[in-house]
C-alpha cells in the first residue's frame, strides 16, 4: 500500500504555496520504499531524508540548547516521526510540531505514522481514528499538519539461505 497522506486545518494550501508538494510525496514514497520490511528504520529514515534534501538545513533543532530535533526541515515545514513502531506516536508527534509552529519556527508539519494497528481495534481505519484525535486535541493542538500513513510490512528477517535460481533454498556458505 503507498503512503496514504491526509491534510488537516489548511497545511495541503501551506505546501503549494511553498511548492512543496512534489518534493515531499517523492521523499514519502522514497521513506516507503526504503524502510519497508527493514529492521533499523530510526538510521534508514535518517539517510533517505538526508538523499532527498531534509536534512541539509541546520534549523532541525526544536528548542535551542537541547537535543530535541525534527525527523527533517525544508522551507518552514517540518518532518517528524518515530521509528513507526507505534500508531500512539500521533500525541508525541503533534505536541512535538506544535512548539515548533507556536515559536514561529515552521508553518505546518508532517507527521509520518505507521498505519498498523491492531485488528481487534473497534475505532475504524488509522485515517478515520487520525482525523477524530486531531480534532479531539483542538485547541490545545492547532497547527496545520499533515499525517502520512505508512504500512511498511513486518521487518524481513533472513534465516541464513537464499533461494537458488529454480527455487530451492541453498546455505549461504555453500554458494
Known amino acids: ?9 489548511g497545511s495541503e494550501k501551506i505546501l503549494k504555496k511553498k511548492r512543496l508538494e512534489k ?3 517523492a521523499t514519502l514514497e522514497y521513506v516507503d520504499d526504503a524502510l519497508y520490511g527493514s529492521i533499523y528504520r530510526r538510521e534508514l529514515l535518517r539517510q533517505a ?9 541546520g534549523s532541525l533543532n526544536i528548542i535551542d540548547g537541547r537535543r530535541y530535533q525534527y525527523k527533517g526541515f525544508k522551507k518552514g515545514v517540518a518532518l517528524e516521526g518515530d521509528s513507526f513502531a507505534s500508531y500512539e506516536y500521533l500525541w508525541t508527534g503533534l505536541l512535538r510540531l506544535q512548539v ?10 508532517v507527521l509520518m505514522l505507521t498505519a498498523l494497528r ?6 475504524g481505519t488509522s485515517r478515520e481514528l487520525a482525523e477524530a ?3 479531539l486535541l483542538s485547541p490545545t493542538i492547532n497547527i496545520p499538519v499533515s499525517i502520512a500513513l505508512f ?4 521487518p524481513i ?9 529454480d527455487g530451492t533454498s541453498i546455505p549461504a556458505n555453500d554458494k
Open 1 to 9: 500500500m503507498p503512503v496514504e497522506l491526509l491534510h488537516i486545518r
Open 23 to 25: 518534493d515531499l510525496q
Open 49 to 57: 531524508l538526508d538523499e532527498m534534501g531534509w536534512r541539509e538545513n
Open 100 to 109: 515548533g509552529f507556536d515559536r514561529g519556527l515552521i508553518e505546518t508539519g
Open 118 to 123: 491492531s485488528i481487534k481495534s473497534s475505532l
Open 133 to 135: 484525535e486531531v480534532e
Open 151 to 154: 504500512d511498511l510490512g513486518p
Open 157 to 165: 528477517i533472513s534465516n541464513g539461505t537464499e533461494e537458488n535460481s
